[in-house]
């Protein structure tokens, strides 16, 4: 990234860790664009991120809409004319605990609408403002729930879990970025793609208390953030079609 401070787009930033990157990398001098699909949740994020002093603008953004995510990339468009970091965060886990043989397949697609093809729309919509930009990041929220090699390990943390929509739309998005990333290798863009995993956060996430999930072992939000910070504040860190968290590598 040359420019001084990277104009950067976080999808579902009202809340959860979204918020804890936009206030990390703001507080770091990027300028973020805090995406919201409620616009009177994202208007408290924003004025509490203005608050710090971070420069923060509200993009209204549901990116399971595709008309949404449209109007969002246009209006960047207009006023911004580029941008450098496009986090995909936004995500929520329909079907938890339902076992493959009984898994209800209308919640199977929500967690499709959201945590795939809400990625899918962001990334080809954004792509034309991604390309304007002399280097630019995308980042993709995934999770080692979404990970083949440690559902089938029985040291893993994920072994035992169960919610088989969301992992398999965390595994589609895992294929989508190192696809996406070969074709931009392929035709030669200044533009990353990787996926992260956060780890068991203390959010809301999946209708969570983060208190009682903070007992059960899940970290705090900044250290769910981390890996995402790093690679957000990292001009010269070309990685690319990887999926790591704070301790490395994550297996596909
Ligand atoms: N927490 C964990 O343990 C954990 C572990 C691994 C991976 N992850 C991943 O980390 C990411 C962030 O999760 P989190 O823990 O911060 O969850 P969270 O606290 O539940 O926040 C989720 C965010 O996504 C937004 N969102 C939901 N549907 C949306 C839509 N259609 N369009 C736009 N935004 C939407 C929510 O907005 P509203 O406020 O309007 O609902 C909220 O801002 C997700 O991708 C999740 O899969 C989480």
């Known amino acids: 990234m040359t420019t001084a401070q990277p104009l950067t787009l976080i ?4 809340r959860g860790m979204g918020f804890e990157i936009a206030k990390e990398l703001g507080a770091k001098g990027q300028r973020i664009l805090l995406g919201a699909r409620n616009a009177e949740k994202g208007t408290q994020a924003v004025e509490q991120l203005k608050q710090s002093g971070i420069d923060a603008t509200l993009i209204p953004l549901d990116v399971t ?5 449209q109007a969002a990339a246009d209006r960047i468009a207009t006023d911004y004319g580029s941008l450098d970091i496009l986090i995909n965060n936004a995500g929520a886990v329909f079907d938890g605990r339902q076992q493959p043989s009984v898994v209800n397949t209308d919640q199977m697609r929500q967690d499709f609408d959201l945590n795939y093809f809400g990625v899918v729309y962001m990334c080809q919509a954004f792509l034309p403002l991604l390309k304007k930009a002399p280097k630019a990041k995308i980042i993709n929220v995934s999770s080692m729930m979404g990970s083949m090699t440690n559902a089938l390990n029985p040291q893993a943390s994920v072994f ?3 919610a088989v929509g969301y992992q398999s739309a965390k595994a589609a998005v895992n294929m989508y970025t190192v696809q996406l990333a070969k074709e931009m290798t392929r035709d030669g863009l200044p533009i990353t793609v990787n996926a992260i995993d956060p780890g068991m956060v203390a959010t809301e996430f999946g209708g969570a208390d983060p208190k009682q999930v903070a007992k059960m072992g899940a970290k705090p939000v900044d250290e769910g953030v981390a890996r995402t910070v790093e690679l ?3 001009p010269d860190d070309d990685s690319n079609a990887t999926f790591t968290n704070t301790d490395g590598t994550v297996a596909w």
């Open 11 to 14: 999808t579902g930033a009202n």
């Open 65 to 69: 809409d595709k008309q949404s995510v």
């Open 160 to 162: 035992r879990a169960v």
């Open 232 to 234: 957000a504040t990292s």
